[in-house]
């Protein structure tokens, strides 16, 4: 790489640096860091145990990020200097882990300017993902749960352990629904862009022509509902049905009804939990996920409210968001953001950084034009 184009990418990666610096600013960060410290060295600060546990979330997030931000900027100084002295000295070796170093740099950067986009209400919760197959029979079915483990190896890959809730399986092959959930922070900030209806176009496996076939699955992103929080719920609004747990083919997990099914009688919402042994599990659970998916539509109702928005979002031809296509050729292809790579397999193995990043930035972008 030549002095020059290395010196115009660093001068270029200081650049967006100082933007973010400008956004996060450091200085009231670390006041409001003191500030939090006081809060929680308060004797009686456990007293409230909702306020201790959201002033420590809080501290710990703003420490974090602190951090990260001083960090990069620490980094990118070392580069600089590393750079200068294998220039002087013309070593091949230093110029190498110059290179390397600048790509790395590059991507804590990115990571950084896509997480001072993440200021939504509910951006820092936790988050509830459900998959559910849609039109285009058994290739639907498979395509949801190719979803599913598309998520879960993207959770995998960033250390992250998503607890599966409920899967409901095919007949011939795959799952009608599944539900998810990753409680770690800002994790419904980056998921909710997935949400929508994806479209996979392949040679079909389960068709004996070996026809082209056209399917599709939805994904719902909720922000997961704090342990301190509460969305009331009448015991006469909800009924509950309790089922024997079930694995594909109908293969028994237990021989006990643990399983349980929720149904919000004013909403028709129906949810399902039978990860857990207990009974009582799983109905905290799914009660845990009905307050999450009450909380997105209490989320939603409100900025319909503010944007003067009407009408629902129908799962169609005309409103998928992603595309797989894997015949007559390869390509994953987001149609808000225009992202798309050629690598299928990739992307289906959860390398999704790319797509997250872009559809936050499309979303970022869309609420300037529409405020």
Known sequence: MADLEISERIDALRSTYGDIRQVVDPEALSQRIEELNEQAAEPGLWDDSERAQKVTSQLSHAKSQLNKVESVGQRIDDLEVLVELANEEDDAASKHEAEHELEQLQKAV?????????????????????????????????????????YTRWADHHGLKPTILDTSYAEEAGIKSATFEIDDPYLFGKLSVEAGTHRLVRMSPFNSAGKRQTSFAAVEVVPLVAPTEHIDIPDAEIRVDVFRSSGPGGQSVNTTDSAVRITHLPTGIVVSCQNEKSQIQNRAAALRVLQSRLLEIRRQEEEATKKGLAGDIKASWGDQMRSYV??????????????????????????????????????????????
């Open 326 to 371: 894997l015949a007559p050729y390869q390509m994953v292809k987001d149609l808000r953001t225009g992202y798309e790579v050629n690598n299928p397999d990739d992307v289906f193995d959860g390398d999704l950084d790319g797509f997250i990043s872009a559809g936050i930035r499309w979303r970022k972008g869309s609420a300037r034009q529409d405020s």
């Open 110 to 150: 990115d990571d950084l300017e896509v997480q001072t986009l993440l200021n939504g209400e509910y951006d820092e919760r936790g988050a509830v993902v459900t998959i559910r197959a849609g039109a285009g029979g058994v290739d639907a079915a498979d395509f949801a749960e190719m979803l599913l483990r598309q």
